[in-house]
């Protein structure tokens, strides 16, 4: 098993396999996710291996891009085992990226270091100034406005309604963005989402101040 080679060949699968993909989850999403994770991951004195082999497949599964959630589970697992990736590690990579998409804050708790370390970075890739730019190509791609204050935030969404309710794109920080720093597992994740945080805080205070044609 020669790491660099799995990981090489991980990254031509994943490059391959997200091409032309448009709801947020192109390549460049996954490489930044994958750098940021082996930043943390030095850091955290964790798995590197593991790491970077779980962030570089962990939109592969997703059901927006399956027909259903168990059958990309079995679509990474074919590619591990043509791998040669060992079982134990095929096993944890599973685990890892089953077990953290965000889903509205229904997923369940997560144990392993290495799983922690690749929801942190998931997660940071969705706020900060690049998590600015995915809300609003979100926005733009659904059709729906930058901001409309008479449309209410909503509160305790289900995963149905995170997926399919209109909302605004500055609705959209104040219902999963702005709650993602408290949600970091890691020291080096919080670290990193605090300061993406206030980027994001005073991005909006610029921008109510120009809404209301004060700047
Ligand atoms: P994931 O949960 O796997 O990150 P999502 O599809 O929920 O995937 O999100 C992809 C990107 O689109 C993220 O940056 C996210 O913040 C953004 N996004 C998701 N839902 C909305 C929404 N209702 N309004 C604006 N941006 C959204
Ligand atoms: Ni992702």
């Not at 270091?113 to 995915?134: F, M």
């Not at 409309?148 to 309710?165: A, G, H, L, T």
Request: glycine letters at 6%; charged letters at 30%; one cysteine or more.
């Amino acid at each position: 098993m020669n790491k660099e080679n799995i990981i090489n060949n991980t990254v031509n699968f994943v490059k391959n396999e997200l091409s032309g993909e448009g709801s947020g989850h192109d390549w460049w999403h996954i490489h930044r996710v994958t750098e940021l994770t082996k930043t943390m991951a030095e850091e955290e004195n964790a798995d590197i291996f593991i790491c970077t082999l779980s962030a570089l497949l962990h939109d592969i599964a997703d059901e927006k891009l399956n027909k259903s959630e168990e059958e990309g589970i079995q679509k990474v697992r074919n590619w591990l085992v043509s791998q040669n990736v060992d079982n134990h590690s095929i096993e944890i990579v599973i685990e890892i990226i089953s077990t953290i998409s965000f889903k509205g804050g229904n997923g369940p708790i997560i144990t392993r270091l290495e799983s922690k370390i690749v929801q942190d970075a998931d997660r940071i890739d969705a706020i900060g100034a690049i998590g600015i730019a995915r809300c609003f190509v979100y926005t733009g791609a659904k059709g729906r406005v930058i901001h409309d204050p008479n449309i209410e935030v909503r509160e305790n969404m289900s995963k149905e309604e995170y997926r399919n309710n209109e909302g605004t794109a500055i609705n959209h920080f104040y219902e999963k963005l702005l709650k993602l720093k408290d949600l970091m597992n890691t020291d080096t994740g919080k670290r990193i989402a605090h300061e993406r945080h206030l980027f994001m805080q005073s991005f909006l205070e610029q921008f109510y101040s120009e809404w209301d044609g004060k700047r």
